[in-house]
């Protein structure tokens, strides 16, 4: 097991003697299994900023965002940086994204944004990029590194050959039952990009994979899916610490597939039903995932929120922040060898709104 | 038997289609009054993915893909939030007024007919459970 210097126990050092200040985290063992530094980052996902008209906007989804920017902007020791984790628009209009990113504006601490498909499907991420730079892009931070995918796309046929306009295109993939959307794909061109950026990299650093849509198969209908996540998984299968982070699904899901851990994560707009609730089709959430509670919709903010994450175990923690309801911590259980929720794993434990039906 | 059934079925149809009688109908009847349903039931869709239904544009698909989550087969039942047995259209119009930002529909306005109708629709098969939290 790590042996880890937490952030404060760093800084407390650098007090006690004046000639360590800078030495500390730069002299911190970087390589997983040894010493290192932990940190925390905070994780907001899915604000579907609508605008009505003119400069009136949905009242609840902007109140999610600001709730979800304001909390993390409170949290003490600060968070060394900030995932958004796409779908900051509901139609992709520049309306929508500049009051997003007005908002977000407000966070402590570094940004990195995620493409979700209702930011993408308008002008296929062109003034989402002027706002937040590539679509894809890795970045290291104290030993691990990230990368953040662009997930969302499918195949070109739909893309560019399929509808007459731009906006009808994004109107038929903002619906998530609509059968004329598409399955999102992270594509070749990608994929290749990702081998090269990986081929780099010893096995042992701890990998943190960023994508809007589950790089997993869980149910299409509501593309709750990633066509080619099997793809995706075997360049990711290499590596002895791989945790891959998604939104889209605004609901709590985890899973792990061979040493892959996967953690989905709140929306700040609304929940989403279990795909199992729609009684008319197969899906397949993960057997290990325990359910939120339903949802009360009389409590506006009930079933969304944001989450606080670490790597400290050399896996991910997931702490829910859920408004109007008990947090919830996801937390990969090494003996298991795949997440846990600490509270409610055991049958014994569930709780009756976490039966969902 | 099949025979049997079938041609006790064409008479009842031949005697039906002169001299119309209570509760007799014939198979283009019951696939005209599937169709009729279904209409109504595809109108429900449309209504649900639209936006149209308040003020805000949010449509109840946004909470609600293939309507779920909705459970009609639970109604009537005691709505905590309400304090009082509550029926499915109650529910649909507590929507209407708080995420949507709009005004109530009367009970049997076209437009509740067809979004319940809808709803239940997304629902076939499941069995009945009245008053299930």
């Known amino acids: 097991m790590s042996e880890f210097i937490t952030r404060r126990s760093v800084l407390a050092g650098a007090g006690a003697s004046a000639a360590l200040t800078t030495l500390p985290i730069s002299m911190v063992t970087l390589a997983f299994g040894g010493t290192r530094e932990d940190f925390t980052f905070t994780y907001i996902s899915d604000a579907h900023i609508q605008q009505i008209k003119g400069a009136s906007f949905v009242r609840n989804w902007d109140q999610g965002l600001k709730r979800a920017v304001a909390e993390a902007n409170l949290v003490k020791p600060e968070s060394d940086f900030v995932i958004f984790g796409g779908d900051l628009a509901q139609l992709g209009k520049r309306e929508e994204l ?26 296929l991420g062109d003034y989402w990029s002027k706002l937040y730079g590539p679509h894809y892009y890795s970045f290291d931070h104290k030993g691990v590194h990230f990368i953040v995918l662009n997930s969302i796309l499918t195949s070109e046929q739909w893309t560019f050959h399929r509808w007459p306009t731009a906006e009808q295109r994004m109107l038929e993939m903002a619906g998530l039952d609509n059968p004329n959307g598409s399955p999102f794909m992270v594509g070749d061109k990608q994929r290749k990009w990702l081998a090269n950026d990986l081929a780099k990299l010893d096995k042992k650093t701890p990998l943190v994979v960023f994508s809007h849509s589950p790089l997993q198969k869980i149910y299409k209908g509501w593309n709750f899916w990633t066509d080619d996540a099997e793809e995706v998984q075997a360049l990711l299968a290499p590596f002895d610490s791989v945790n891959v982070i998604y939104g889209h699904v605004h ?53 969304t929120g944001w989450q606080l994450i670490d790597i400290g175990s050399g896996r991910v923690t997931a702490r829910y922040q859920l408004w109007d309801n008990d947090q919830r911590t ?12 600490i509270a409610y794993q055991e049958p014994t434990q569930h709780r009756l709104p976490q039966t969902h039906y | 038997m099949l025979r049997s059934t079938l041609l006790l079925a064409f008479g009842l149809a031949a005697f039906g289609a002169t001299t119309a009688r209570a509760d007799e109908f014939t198979k283009t009847d019951v696939e005209r009054y599937q169709k009729e349903f279904e209409q109504v039931a595809a109108k429900g869709r449309e209504l649900w993915t639209s936006g149209a239904l308040g003020t805000n544009g949010v449509a109840c698909a946004q909470c ?10 639970t109604y009537p039942k005691f709505q905590k939030q309400l304090g009082k047995v509550t029926q499915l259209f109650e529910m649909v119009n507590w929507c209407i007024r708080n995420p949507l930002q709009g005004a109530n529909l009367p009970p049997d306005d076209p437009r509740m007919t067809a979004l319940v109708s809808y709803i239940t629709f997304e629902r076939r098969g499941v069995k009945l459970a009245p008053g299930q939290h």
């Open chain 1, 98 to 123: 500049d009051h997003g990113a007005e908002i977000l504006s407000k966070l402590k601490g570094k940004l990195h944004a995620v493409m979700g498909e209702h930011d993408y499907y308008l002008d």
């Open chain 1, 251 to 303: 609901q709590i899901q985890y899973n792990q597939i061979g040493n892959i851990s996967f953690n989905s994560v709140m929306a700040t707009a609304w929940p989403w039903p279990y795909p199992q609730s729609y009684a008319q089709a197969e899906s397949h959430l993960p057997v290990l995932t325990i359910p939120m509670n339903r949802a009360d919709p009389f409590f506006e903010r009930d079933a």
């Open chain 1, 330 to 341: 996801v937390a990969f259980d090494h003996k298991a060898g795949h997440p846990v929720d």
């Open chain 2, 64 to 73: 609600h893909p293939n309507a779920a989550n909705t459970h009609p087969e």
